[in-house]
Each structure stands twice: as structure tokens, then as C-alpha cells.
């Protein structure tokens, strides 16, 4: 097993030294303020060839916001479009939170990135969450007549994120609303069980521990965790069979890898192709944490990169 990139366990001891822990049970706004505070200190700058535009998707589950990036780099060819659910848990995090993940996509994988601003749990059920993901996707999919969306298309996501773009990637395949040419899914969530083996190992983090996600996945389902639905968890769907193409990125030091693994195997099992990266010696969330660690933004780099390749390779 890799160790910690160093410069990330420093990150870690500087934060322990700096924040006293969360309460055991906190509230949605405790998470959401120390969200806020960790992504306003790790914050990037934006790439300056990257403009963003903000408008108002509504749907039957209500307005959801939503935020464009635009990468073109000037070429006469149209430039794909990534679908972007932003990670938290399903409870924290937003456009604001994310708008330097996304500009660095949109950056280097030559794309327009539209990062939905889905409603939040527990606020909003899951059911009406992942509704939301799945309207917004379908409009934005599905609006070419003001020509401002290009094909091929991918959904994307990182954490509870990605959940959300794989819900939205089977329900597209039965729905059959849309055509999406890739799910993007990094360090994803897929199912409420914690006793994997990266579980046990990365149990107390570093960063997203196994309470965590355990206060996580109350927030969105309540008592509904064991209800097989594919909403709940895409690992419980009926048939993989037929779902678009992925590339699955773990992070070696996250108690979430292991599912990440399984679902890359599950898909596979089912005949769809399947690219995997690892990136072994980070945890869970480094996507915003490229300001401290060389390996990280080298990695970011090389995540944003290939997306854009196989959404070209797609296209051909």
C-alpha cells in the first residue's frame, strides 16, 4: 500500500492544528461552514481562457441552477459537453464550491463543463434529488436548439457526485431520453455498506472518515439505506447492460475505494467498457486540494486530460 503523499499529511497535521473536529452529530450547517471554509482556502486560480455563464434550468422538480464553463480553445471543432454534479455528501458543497474543479475540466479537457446546482439533502429526499440531476441532464441533453450544448455527451462527478451522474447514466439508458457517451466517475459513492476492506483500513480518514459517510448517507436516504433502488445505490441495479462507457478514478488512501473498484468490476461484468485509474497515494477529495501537493495537481491533470480524450474518442 502506497503511504500518504507527504505534502497531503502535512496539509492534514496543519488543518488538526488549525480546526478543532466537527461535533460527532453535527448539523447541516456545521458541515456546510467547514465545507465552505476548506474550499475558500484551498482555492485556485481560475484559467484565464475560461469563461462562465450562469443560468436557470426549470424543471418539474423545481429551478435548479446552473453554472457554464466554457474551455474552447478557438479550433472550429465543437466542443463536447460534460454534465457536472458537484460532490458534498448529497448536504454541502454547490457551483461556488466547485467552479475551480470545474474551469480546470473545462480547461484541460477542451469542453463546456454545465455544473448543476441540484438541492440539497436533507432538505430534499433522494427522490427528488436525484429527479432534479436526471431534468436538468435531460434539458441541458436535450437543448439544441439554441446550439449552445455540444455532443458528444458525459456526466460527470466526484464523491456523492458521481453517484448522482451514475443514477442519471442508468436512468437515461431506460428512459432512453438522452445519449450519453461517457460517466466520468471519481472517487465515487455507490452503496451504504461500510465494512469493505478500504473501510476498515482508512476508517479514520485521512480527511472523509467511516462516520462521516455513515452521517452522509442518513441525511440522504433516512431509513430508506437498504431499499433496492438504484436511485439509492447503482450497484442495485436490475441490469448494467447497456450503460454507457466509464472511467472510474479511486483514490488509493479512501475508504470509498473499494466501491469504486467493485462498481468498475460490476460494469465490466455487464460488457461495458471500463478505464480505471488509481491514484494510490491520495484520499478521498483531493480535487480540491491541487494548491497543496504537486502529485495531486499532476493527477488532476491527468484525470481532466483523459476525460476529454475518450469524449473525443466517443465522437469518432
Known amino acids: 500500500m502506497s503511504a500518504l503523499d507527504p505534502d497531503l499529511a502535512r496539509y492534514f497535521a496543519d488543518l488538526a492544528e488549525k480546526f478543532a473536529p466537527l461535533p460527532a452529530d453535527p448539523t447541516p450547517l456545521e458541515r456546510r461552514a467547514r465545507y465552505w471554509t476548506l ?71 477542451n469542453a463546456l463543463v454545465v455544473s448543476v446546482d441540484y438541492p440539497l439533502a436533507p432538505e430534499a429526499n433522494w427522490r427528488t434529488l436525484t429527479d432534479a440531476c436526471f431534468q436538468a441532464a435531460s434539458a441541458i441533453a436535450t437543448d439544441r436548439n439554441a446550439q449552445e450544448f455540444g455532443a458528444p455527451i458525459a456526466l460527470a462527478g466526484d464523491s456523492a457526485g458521481a453517484h448522482l451522474a451514475a443514477v442519471t447514466a442508468i436512468r437515461a439508458r431506460d428512459e432512453g431520453n438522452f445519449h450519453v457517451a461517457l460517466q466520468a466517475l471519481i472517487y465515487p459513492t455507490i452503496e451504504p455498506t461500510y465494512g469493505t476492506e478500504s473501510y476498515e483500513t482508512f476508517a479514520a480518514g485521512p480527511g472523509l472518515t467511516r462516520a462521516d459517510m455513515q452521517w452522509y448517507w442518513k441525511q440522504f436516504v433516512g431509513d430508506e439505506h437498504a431499499v433496492n433502488d438504484y436511485r439509492v445505490a447503482p450497484s442495485r441495479a436490475t441490469s448494467h447492460s447497456g450503460l454507457p462507457p466509464a472511467y472510474v478514478i479511486t483514490a488509493g488512501r479512501d475508504p470509498l475505494r473499494d466501491e469504486g473498484v467493485n462498481y468498475a468490476n460490476q460494469l465490466r461484468a455487464a460488457n461495458i467498457e471500463v478505464t480505471h485509474d488509481e491514484h494510490t497515494s491520495l484520499p478521498h477529495g483531493f480535487l480540491r486540494m491541487a494548491k497543496y501537493s504537486a502529485a495531486t495537481d499532476a493527477a488532476i491533470n491527468q484525470i481532466n486530460t483523459r476525460i476529454g480524450q475518450l469524449l473525443r474518442a466517443a465522437r469518432t
Open 39 to 109: 474550499c475558500a482556502l484551498g482555492k485556485t486560480a481560475l484559467p484565464s481562457t475560461v469563461t462562465m455563464n450562469d443560468v436557470q434550468l426549470d424543471l418539474e422538480a423545481g429551478r435548479v441552477p446552473v453554472r457554464l464553463f466554457y474551455g474552447h480553445d478557438g479550433s472550429d471543432e465543437p466542443v463536447p459537453t460534460i454534465i457536472y454534479f458537484h460532490g458534498g455528501g448529497w448536504v454541502v458543497g454547490d457551483a461556488d464550491t466547485h467552479t475551480p474543479t470545474c474551469a480546470r475540466l473545462a480547461h484541460e479537457a
